[in-house]
Structure formats: C-alpha cells, structure tokens
C-alpha cells in the first residue's frame, strides 16, 4: 500500500504570494489532517477534513485554508505569505481520524520557505 | 488551557542502557495516548498507542505507561542502540479533539 504521499518536497515563496500544497492519503483513508511543524512551535494542528467536510480546526489565521475532495485528497492554501509562514507542513492520514482512537500516518512534509 | 510537557528537549545515554522520556500533561482528559518517533527531515512514524483504561503497553523493546492519576506517560526504550537516536513525540487526543503533541525529545544513543 502506498504511503502518504505529499507535494511538492520542496518550495520557496516570497513575502505576500499564495501557496497550496497537495496531500494524498492512503488509499481507503477518510480523515486527512494538517501540521505546521518550526522549531520553536514543535507540531501544531491546522485542521482536519473527514468525507469532504472539516471537522476540526486548530488556531490560526483565515490565510490559512483547506478543503478536501471526494477521493479524500486535500489541498492546504496559504494566502499573502508571512515569513514567520516558513515551516515544514505536514499531512497525515487515518481511517476515521485521530479522535477515534485510530493512528495517523504522517506523509514526509513539504518545506515551505517564505523569503 | 491545555498544556502538553516532554520532561527534556534532549536526552543522551550510552548504548545498552534502557532510555526513559517523559510526558506530563495538564487540563486534559485524554482517551488516547500515542507516541511517535520523528528522524531529521522525515514525517513522524507511529510507534505505540495506549487508551485510558490500560496501564502498559509492550512492543519489543518499547514500554509504554499511562498514569491518569500523575496525568503522566513513561516511554521506555530497553537496550538502547544508536539506529534508536532520533526525536520522540507523546500525542493526546480525547472525544472528538484533533491528535495534539508534544515538543518532542531529542534522544542520543551513544555508542
């Protein structure tokens, strides 16, 4: 079975551009969730999507955005990029979804560097 | 508000001994406890999951305790080796929350 798969590795954005990052979860997987991950922070939840629609939402600003789309792929979108926006940005994917006691299978991240 | 503390940011010991990271935990009431191990640059791997209701739990060299009462977590890593150096992660979720971590500690086998 195939990993969580997310895209692209890499990318550099400047001050005020947008970004979106691509995740595809495990094949069967329903619940895919989003991490900010810097040093100072440790991993912070974004939100997380289940069928389609987001079931929970972690605290940060409105630039922050997602959806998901019927084969359970997601896309997160960061809009007027800060430089405190540089991280890695994790996607993570689970049957049902963590609050039903199942693991989350993370994907290797994209590295997102805003200059 | 809801606090999650890995006892230290780094952790060395020498090879064959038994590592023991903490994590503490305040103002939550956790169904499920799970640790994760993250290497330099990789997406964090699932090692173990522990549920309210279970005291310990073994996988190979791995120990796991759950104590509600001390709202504490025991990770145990027996026989220490270098491959084992790497970041370790506690994770809480309860009810219908979102998996929320630690800071992680970095542990250092040394040879």
């Known amino acids: 079975k195939a990993g969580v798969t997310q895209t692209p590795r890499y990318l550099i954005k400047t001050r005020g551009q947008q970004v979106t990052l691509s995740c595809s979860p495990i094949s069967g997987h329903r619940s895919v969730s989003w991490y900010q991950q810097t040093p100072g922070q440790g991993l912070q939840f974004l939100f997380e999507y289940f069928s389609e629609t987001q079931r929970n939402k972690g605290n940060f600003p409105g630039r922050f955005s997602g959806r998901q789309f019927s084969n359970s792929r997601s896309e997160m979108n960061v809009s007027t990029l800060e430089l405190g926006d540089s991280a890695l940005y994790l996607c993570?994917?689970?049957?049902?979804?963590?609050?039903?006691?199942?693991?989350?299978?993370f994907g290797e991240g994209s590295w997102l560097t805003v200059v | 508000s809801q606090k999650i503390e890995q006892n230290s940011e780094a952790l060395n010991i020498q090879e064959g001994k038994t590592a023991t990271l903490t994590c503490n935990y305040t103002?939550?009431?956790?169904?499920?406890l799970q640790w994760y191990r993250q290497d330099p640059g990789r997406g964090p791997v699932f090692l173990l999951l522990?549920?309210?209701?279970?005291k310990e739990k073994r996988k190979e060299r791995l120990k796991v305790t759950f104590d509600t009462t001390l709202k504490q977590s025991l990770f145990h890593i027996t026989a220490s080796q270098p491959a084992d150096s790497a970041t370790y992660l506690c994770?809480?979720?309860?009810?219908?929350?979102?998996?929320?971590f630690g800071k992680g500690t970095r542990l250092s086998v040394i040879a």
């Open positions: 993570a994917s689970s049957p049902r979804g963590p609050s039903s006691g199942n693991t989350i299978y």
């Open positions: 522990i549920r309210e209701n279970e």
């Open positions: 103002n939550y009431s956790p169904a499920y």
């Open positions: 994770a809480l979720s309860s009810g219908n929350t979102p998996l929320v």
